[in-house]
């Protein structure tokens, strides 16, 4: 059983190119096991493209894991995605982590690209198949409702074999999508403890019943942290932005702001109901406490997490 601690963030965080990569230097010089962008295509905000992003931290760094919790399979081209992780992980010598996820309805990307949402799910599965298919086969023929091909190969082949298949999502949908295709499951943010249990539980089950296992370590979950106050300004917007994801749950739940033993003490909640893997988020306003955040957890939580069993 491993358990490990990656950081993470949804909108991009930095004032620029250049504090963005002090802040990629610092956690490749740290205990910090992994990195995680997010999804958003479309944003007034500034939110970095997570697959070209992640190949160029490939090429920055040596130690780290990466990945993207989710890439939306719809919004891509199957094959073309195939080619686009094959790439990163030979390139990285093995160190990428994809994670898919089918995104919601409501999503901007739909109307901004011209997707129709509907059948997402369906054309998610297809997707699945046939990345797992070209990262292992050669001469792949193809012929699903939502995505045909005949005699497809792509070489260079991941360095990973299998490669992962990491799953988002927590309805009945993406439980059967996770215990079907995966091989891990990482959980969205603002879910609780009880919450993520439940999805932990149902996919084992699942699993089982369709006679796979999927490894007990590779279950995640995702925290916003900060060495702080409730009381403050940051946290408060933090508390807000989630609280409709959250579904009324109290933030504390989801949420781990104080000290170290704050964190600690929730990290260990997830932990008991199965969780091993985890993304953590640090709640900063600037370059400097992004920085500030991420080392304190650095030293004074994942030396201590990593040691759990």
Same mark, same amino acid.
């Given at each position: 059983?491993? *358990?490990? !601690?990656?950081?993470?963030? $949804?909108?991009?965080?930095?004032?620029?190119?250049?504090?963005?990569?002090?802040? %990629?230097?610092?956690?490749?010089?740290?205990?910090?096991?992994?990195?995680?962008?997010?999804?958003?295509?479309?944003? @007034?905000? @500034?939110?970095?493209? @997570?697959?070209?992003?992640?190949?160029?931290?490939?090429?920055?760094?040596?130690?780290?894991?990466?990945? %993207? /919790?989710?890439?939306?399979?719809?919004?891509?081209?199957?094959?073309?995605?195939?080619?686009?992780?094959?790439? $990163?992980?030979?390139?990285?010598?093995?160190?990428?982590?994809?994670?898919?996820?089918?995104?919601?309805?409501? =999503?901007?990307?739909?109307?901004?690209?011209?997707?129709?949402?509907?059948?997402?799910?369906?054309?998610? /599965?297809?997707?699945?198949?046939?990345?797992?298919?070209?990262?292992?086969?050669? /001469?792949?023929?193809?012929?699903?409702?939502?995505?045909?091909?005949?005699? !497809?190969?792509?070489?260079?082949? @991941?360095?990973?074999?299998?490669?992962?298949?990491?799953?988002?999502?927590?309805?009945?949908?993406?439980?059967?999508?996770?215990?079907?295709?995966?091989?891990?499951?990482?959980?969205? =943010?603002?879910?609780?403890?009880?919450?993520?249990?439940?999805?932990?539980?149902?996919?084992?089950?699942?699993?089982? /019943?369709?006679?796979?296992?999927?490894?007990?370590?590779?279950?995640?979950?995702?925290?916003?942290?900060?060495?702080?106050?409730?009381?403050?300004?940051? *946290?408060?917007?933090? *508390?807000?932005?989630?609280?409709?994801? &959250?579904?009324?749950?109290?933030?504390?739940?989801?949420?781990?702001?104080?000290? &170290?033993? =704050?964190? $600690?003490?929730?990290?260990?909640?997830?932990?008991?109901?199965?969780?091993?893997?985890? %993304?953590?988020?640090?709640?900063?306003?600037?370059?400097?406490?992004?920085?500030?955040?991420?080392?304190?957890? &650095?030293?004074? *939580? $994942?030396?201590?997490?990593?040691?759990?069993?």
């Amino acid at each position: 059983m491993s *358990v490990r !601690v990656g950081l993470g963030f $949804i909108a991009f965080p930095f004032s620029s190119a250049e504090a963005f990569w002090r802040w %990629v230097d610092a956690c490749e010089e740290s205990e910090v096991d992994s990195l995680w962008l997010s999804e958003r295509l479309v944003s @007034p905000q @500034p939110v970095l493209e @997570p697959l070209s992003a992640l190949a160029a931290i490939a090429g920055r760094t040596r130690r780290l894991k990466f990945g %993207v /919790n989710a890439t939306v399979l719809p919004l891509r081209d199957p094959v073309l995605l195939a080619k686009e992780c094959a790439t $990163i992980d030979y390139l990285s010598g093995g160190r990428f982590l994809p994670a898919f996820g089918v995104g919601n309805d409501a =999503a901007p990307e739909w109307r901004a690209m011209g997707i129709d949402p509907h059948r997402r799910g369906a054309r998610a /599965n297809e997707m699945l198949e046939l990345l797992t298919r070209l990262w292992t086969e050669d /001469n792949v023929s193809f012929a699903g409702k939502h995505f045909r091909c005949e005699g !497809v190969s792509i070489s260079p082949k @991941p360095v990973q074999s299998p490669m992962p298949v990491w799953i988002g999502g927590s309805s009945d949908a993406a439980v059967e999508r996770t215990a079907r295709y995966g091989t891990g499951w990482i959980a969205g =943010a603002a879910q609780t403890p009880a919450q993520v249990g439940r999805v932990i539980a149902a996919i084992k089950e699942r699993a089982a /019943n369709l006679g796979r296992s999927i490894d007990e370590d590779h279950y995640g979950a995702g925290v916003s942290f900060r060495f702080g106050s409730w009381e403050e300004p940051a *946290v408060q917007r933090s *508390v807000q932005a989630f609280a409709a994801r &959250a579904g009324g749950a109290d933030p504390r739940a989801y949420m781990a702001v104080g000290d &170290a033993e =704050a964190i $600690i003490a929730l990290v260990q909640a997830y932990r008991a109901v199965g969780a091993c893997k985890f %993304v953590l988020r640090p709640i900063a306003t600037s370059d400097d406490e992004m920085l500030a955040q991420s080392r304190r957890l &650095a030293d004074e *939580v $994942i030396p201590f997490v990593h040691k759990l069993a």
